[in-house]
C-alpha cells in the first residue's frame, strides 16, 4: 500500500503532539521518486528548531540537516538517486554522532550511504522539532518530493545498522517506536499509527498509489514458499535395490512391492 504525492501543495501531515523532540531518533521510510528535484522535502519538521531530509540536487543525493543550539548537524550523501525506483531510507541522529543516512532498494540490503563532503557533527543540545511534520513536504509550502510513499516509522532512538536492516523487509514495532504508519491502508483518508501512540497522519491532496511497496505481511505469519514441487524419477540403482531387497523381480514386479518387502 502506498500513497502518491504529484502536486506542489500535496503532503502527509503528522499529528500532534508529534516527535522526535531533542533527543536521539531513527527514520525509516519506503518511496519511490518520480521526480528528484531540489530542496523537495522527503520529510520536514519545524518545532523550535529545524529537521529536513531533502533532495540536495537534481541528481537526487539526499541531505539530511538537524538543527543544534550551536552548529547544525548535516550529511549530504554522494550517492544519487533513480526515478521509479523504491527505495529504502533510514536517518538517524544523535548529538554523539550527528546526522546518517542509509540506503537499499528492493534488492539490495541497507547500507550507510557514502558522503561529499563529510558530515558536519553539531554542537549545542538539539532543538525540539515536534510542530508542524509533514512527509513528502513542508507544512504550509510547496516543496512537495513528487513521489509514491510507502511505510514511515519513528523511533525514539538511535539505531544500529542491522536494527535497522532487520526493518528494511519486515517493517515492525518494537519498544521505542514513536509512529508505524503504512500509507494507503484507508485509501485517501488518514493513516492510522499502529505504534499504540495514536499519532495518526492526515493526508492532504494525494491519492491512493496502483504501485506497492511489495513487503512481507504486517500482521499473521509468512507461510512462506508454496510453490510446486517437481518428482524426480527414482535412479536404476535404488530399484535394482529395492528390487533385490524384497524379491520384487519374482512378485510381479513394482505391484508387488508391498508383498516382497513383507516376505
Known amino acids: 500500500m502506498s500513497l502518491t504525492i ?23 521510510m519506503w518511496h519511490k521518486p518520480a521526480a528528484l528535484t531540489t530542496n523537495r522535502r522527503l520529510f520536514d519538521g519545524k518545532g523550535t528548531g529545524v529537521l529536513t531530509m531533502r533532495y540536495n540536487t537534481t541528481g537526487g543525493n539526499i541531505a539530511f540537516q538537524k538543527e543544534q543550539a550551536t552548529i547544525d548537524s548535516e550529511s549530504i550523501t554522494s550517492t544519487t538517486l533513480s526515478t521509479g525506483t523504491w527505495y529504502c531510507h533510514g536517518f538517524t541522529f544523535s548529538e554523539a554522532n550527528g546526522c546518517k543516512v542509509y540506503a537499499g532498494t528492493l534488492t539490495s540490503t541497507m547500507v550507510e550511504a557514502t558522503y561529499s563532503p563529510s558530515p558536519t557533527i553539531g554542537t549545542g543540545g538539539s532543538t525540539d522539532n515536534n510542530g508542524n511534520m509533514g ?30 536492516q532487520e526493518q528494511q523487509f519486515r517493517p515492525h514495532v518494537v519498544s521505542g517506536c514513536d509512529g508505524f504508519y503504512v500509507m494507503g491502508v484507508d485509501g485517501a483518508g ?74
Open 6 to 28: 504529484n502536486s506542489d501543495t500535496d503532503i502527509i501531515r503528522v499529528g500532534t503532539p508529534g516527535w522526535p523532540g531533542t533527543g536521539p531518533f531513527t527514520f525509516i
Open 135 to 164: 512527509i513528502g513536504n513542508i507544512s504550509g509550502a510547496s516543496s512537495a518530493a513528487f513521489g509514491d510513499y510507502g511505510t514511515f516509522i519513528a523511533f525514539d532512538f538511535e539505531m544500529t545498522l542491522a536494527q535497522i
Open 190 to 263: 488518514n493513516v492510522p499509527d499502529w505504534s499504540g501512540n495514536n499519532i495518526a497522519c492526515t493526508p492532504v491532496g494525494v491519492v491512493v498509489s496502483a504501485d506497492h511497496v511489495p513487503l512481507g505481511p504486517l500482521f499473521g505469519f509468512d507461510l512462506g514458499w508454496q510453490g510446486a514441487f517437481t518428482a524426480v524419477a527414482p535412479s536404476g540403482r535404488i530399484m535394482s535395490s529395492l528390487a533385490d531387497a524384497g524379491g520384487l523381480a519374482g512378485r510381479g514386479g513394482i505391484a508387488g512391492i508391498g508383498g516382497g518387502l513383507a516376505g
